[in-house]
């Protein structure tokens, strides 16, 4: 099955973007899934070709008619596919989540601009409301990107090893620990003397060591989660 994933966006120049360069490019190419724009401006049947409209109850900047985008929607086959909205306003996206899309069949996104989506478009189409992170764009065609890569990087034959995706940041509610390489030495800092030891057993416990101190540090968050499911006090 091929994961398939259609952006409705204002901005259709903007795909495949950072989706179109790597290994995520190579996996399209090989047919493991597949991208299709659709611009919401072409639903419009309005004199100039508008889209948005003032807020009801005052305010600035414009939101997305109702209309245009239930007509952009309803083009679209879902064929059992999440129907995302990104907005700032969601729910935070997690790697949990992009394991549950990843499984599935894709992913139809919707791209807001201006001030957002009106709402009952978001309640009459049941979306899913999802945002990357506590931090405002201009628009949503940036956290698409950021969605559907993070689910095709965990597609069957997009990265060679199987285990790259299994120890990394989010994976058991902690952060990854830090990676080095050759040179042994630059710039005077040297690679952690436990990695070069041979000692496998060591190395594990060094890495589950440090990604548990980042966590802690870091994503006070996903540190309590992580305690909570180890039933762990510290």
Not at 74 to 80: F, Q
Not at 150 to 158: S, T, Y
Request: glycine share 10%.
């Amino acid at each position: 099955m091929t994961f398939a994933a259609t952006v409705l966006t204002l901005f259709p120049d903007a795909f495949p973007g950072a989706l179109g360069v790597s290994l995520v490019e190579t996996a399209r190419t090989n047919g493991l899934w597949s991208l299709e724009t659709v611009d919401i401006r072409s639903f419009s049947r309005h004199k100039h070709a508008s889209v948005d409209d003032t807020p009801a109850g005052g305010g600035p900047g414009m939101v997305l008619r109702p209309d245009v985008a239930a007509a952009a929607i309803d083009s679209v086959d879902l064929r059992g596919r999440a129907l995302i909205h990104m907005t700032p306003r969601g729910r935070p996206l997690t790697q949990t989540r992009v394991r549950e899309l990843a499984a599935g069949p894709g992913v139809v996104v919707f791209c807001s601009r201006f001030e957002g989506l009106d709402q009952r478009v978001v309640e009459a189409r049941g979306m899913e409301e999802v945002s990357v992170g506590d931090a405002v764009l201009a628009g949503g065609e940036i956290p698409a990107q950021y969605l559907i890569e993070a689910c095709v990087r965990l597609l069957p034959g997009v990265i060679g090893k199987t285990e790259s995706t299994l120890e990394e940041s989010f994976e058991g509610d902690l952060l990854e620990y830090p990676h080095y390489t050759r040179p042994r030495a630059w710039e005077g800092r040297e690679i952690p003397e436990v990695l070069l030891s041979g000692d496998h057993g060591r190395v594990a416990r060094w890495r589950r060591e440090q990604a548990e101190d980042t966590t802690r540090k870091r994503r006070p968050d996903l540190w309590t989660r992580y305690r909570r499911r180890h039933g762990d006090d510290r």
